[in-house]
């Protein structure tokens, strides 16, 4: 049996299509995925993201073991500064993708992906011996909302009375509501400026309430949150990250902070950095409304290079486009053609990203 969140009856009130994702019944969409996805690029939607996991590290070795499981650099880290980055295996392959913020001199709020939160869960408190740190799982006491938006900063100001106008991209805050302490992010997964909310399930809730009677934030389904991220080249963990696909493979980099000490995997990245890799992540346009799905191949000159891990017919630019795992050495501006159901369609190797991110810098 799935589990819920506790907006579940919500959804279902407003006749939301339910589907099983990364464990939860989750919202697909409420009227439309094309509605809800110009919704957020142009106003304010509003996503349950409370099947997303969190975890707590703190104490005397936090700074330490944190910088010895993720990719990116926490020295130092000024206090309510987000992270972006990945837990690796030793031989480069994702555990997950992740964000990391500094809540405390001795204190970082982990945030991982609903589908992996076992498994991160335990992959934590598995590397965590012979260091000064508390783990507290605390998945089951938050819950999320992430509003989106250009106009998410009003909203979350004079609908949700939440000061939060001088965060920057990727800080947060923590505000006390009616006792509770709660946590404000300026971060998201649509491209667009937004905030994300964490709190336990009463607050929550109240939220969504204030923000569906105010008539100014669409709900929003987990469909056009992957339209959206899709848009502008941001990875889902299982198509564009997984246990097979390295940050390197799949263009990430520059959250791997291979001038720190030590952490688990860097040294399979340097040898990926040094001999290079055999497959990578490409962006693929193609010359025909004709929609890619996960899984179709991909080919160049008539061989097979590789398979598609996400495409769409995309709402903001009305193109067929594709992100594809292909041999390295196709090349931006290359030809390649993909298969779709029996047919193939030409398409030309681009970036990934097919469009501009707007986010308050």
């Keep these: 049996m799935n589990k819920r969140t506790c907006l579940y009856e919500r959804h279902v009130q407003q006749h939301a299509l339910m589907q099983p994702f990364g464990g939860f019944d989750m919202p697909i969409q409420y009227t439309s995925i094309i509605d809800e996805h110009n919704a957020v ?27 010895h499981i993720f990719t990116n650099d926490v020295t130092g880290a000024p206090l309510f500064q987000i992270y972006y980055g990945m837990m690796l295996y030793p031989d480069g392959g994702t555990v997950d993708d992740l964000l990391v913020y500094k809540m405390g001199e001795q204190e970082f709020f982990i945030v991982i992906n609903a589908a992996n939160i076992d498994k991160d869960v335990a992959w934590i408190n598995e590397h965590a011996e012979g260091f ?3 783990i507290d799982h605390c998945s089951d006491h938050y819950a999320q909302l992430a509003v989106q938006g250009p106009e998410a900063e009003q909203v979350m100001e004079e609908v949700l009375r939440l000061p939060c106008s001088e965060l920057v991209f990727y800080t947060a805050k923590t505000l006390e509501v009616n006792g509770e302490k709660v946590i404000v992010s300026r971060t998201g997964y649509t491209g667009e400026d937004g905030f994300e909310l964490y709190g336990s399930k009463a607050f929550i809730t109240d939220r969504w309430d204030m923000l569906m009677a105010s008539g100014r934030a669409t709900p929003c389904g987990l469909g056009c949150r992957d339209t959206l991220r899709f848009e502008v080249g941001l990875p889902l963990y299982g198509d564009e990250l997984s246990e097979s696909i390295s940050p390197i493979m799949a263009g990430l980099s520059m959250f791997c902070k291979l001038d720190k000490p030590e952490f688990i995997g860097k040294e399979a990245l340097l040898r990926q950095k040094a001999e290079g890799v055999t497959r990578r992540l490409r962006g693929i346009e193609i010359e025909d409304r004709a929609v890619p799905r996960h899984g179709y191949k991909v080919f160049k000159d008539g ?13 903001s630019v009305d193109k067929s486009c594709a992100v594809a795992l292909v041999d390295a050495s196709v090349e931006m501006g290359d030809r390649v053609e ?8 030409p398409g030309t190797v681009v970036k990934k990203k097919f469009y501009e ?3 308050k810098k």
Excluded: P, W
């Design 41 to 67: 690029r142009q106003h304010c939607g509003v996503f349950d993201v409370s099947h997303m996991g969190e975890v707590v590290v703190s104490g005397k070795d936090a700074e330490r073991f944190v910088n």
């Design 132 to 134: 000064d740190v508390t």
């Design 303 to 315: 061989r097979e290079v590789g398979e598609v891990t996400t495409g769409y017919r995309l709402i």
């Design 338 to 345: 993909v298969q779709i159901r029996k047919k193939t369609f």
């Design 357 to 359: 991110k707007h986010y």
